[in-house]
């Protein structure tokens, strides 16, 4: 059975735009969570989605939102990009409601220059 | 907040040897701790996990153990590999909604 799958793979953004990146979870799957990848940080929790309602939100700033559509298929943008937003954004999708592992999506690599 | 810390930040052993990864967790309510592997690259994958009803648990090379009286869980990995090089994260969470608290990574390499 397919994955969960990102899109894109890579994006290169100016300081100042906007970007949304876009993740589909494994079919059957209703709960999306997004993480920032970074060297210096690690992994760190974004937001995570169930039933298209937010439902967890880490310690990002507003510019970081989310949603969830009916399919479950989620996407999260991020505005008034800055130069720190440069990361491998990964989301992760899981079985409804418990706290099973994560699968992960390959990842939309941003560079913000 | 959870705070999960992990050691060592890189370890580097003999083919053949055992590998040793250390994570401690602040919250007593955690009771989910999965580990995963990322390969250069990659997206990281879950290799194996324990929940907090359990002391220790095994799949083939690779064991979990958790003390849930220090608060601490570890990563066992025995006749290493080449194939075993790769970053591993601990991650803690408790029954609220699929939100995970990750480790720094352990950078692992297997020497020929």
């Known amino acids: 059975k397919a994955g969960v799958t990102q899109t894109p793979r890579y994006l290169i953004k100016t300081r100042g735009q906007q970007v949304t990146l876009s993740c589909s979870p494994i079919s059957g799957h209703r709960s999306v969570s997004w993480y920032q990848q970074t060297p210096g940080q690690g992994l760190q929790f974004l937001f995570e989605?169930?039933?298209?309602?937010?439902?967890n939100k880490g310690n990002f700033p507003g510019r970081f939102s989310g949603r969830q559509f009916s399919n479950s298929r989620s996407e999260m943008n991020v505005s008034t990009l800055e130069l720190g937003d440069s990361a491998l954004y990964l989301c992760a999708s899981s079985l409804e409601g418990k706290n099973y592992g994560y699968t992960f999506g390959s990842g939309t690599r941003l560079t913000v220059v | 907040g959870e705070n999960v810390e992990q050691h060592p930040s890189t370890l580097s052993v003999q083919e053949g040897d055992s590998a040793v990864i250390k994570c401690t967790y602040s919250?007593?309510?955690?009771?989910?701790f999965p580990w995963y592997k990322q390969e250069l690259g990659k997206r990281p994958q879950l290799i194996i996990d324990i929940r907090s009803n359990v002391g220790e648990k095994k799949d083939q090379r690779i064991a979990v153990t958790l003390n849930k009286t220090a608060k601490h869980f570890s990563l066992h990995i025995t006749e290493t590999q080449p194939e075993d090089s790769a970053v591993y994260f601990c991650a803690a969470s408790k029954n609220n909604f699929n939100k995970f608290y990750f480790g720094s990574g352990t950078k692992l390499n297997v020497k020929p």
């Open positions: 919250d007593s309510a955690s009771n989910y």
């Open positions: 989605y169930f039933s298209e309602t937010q439902r």
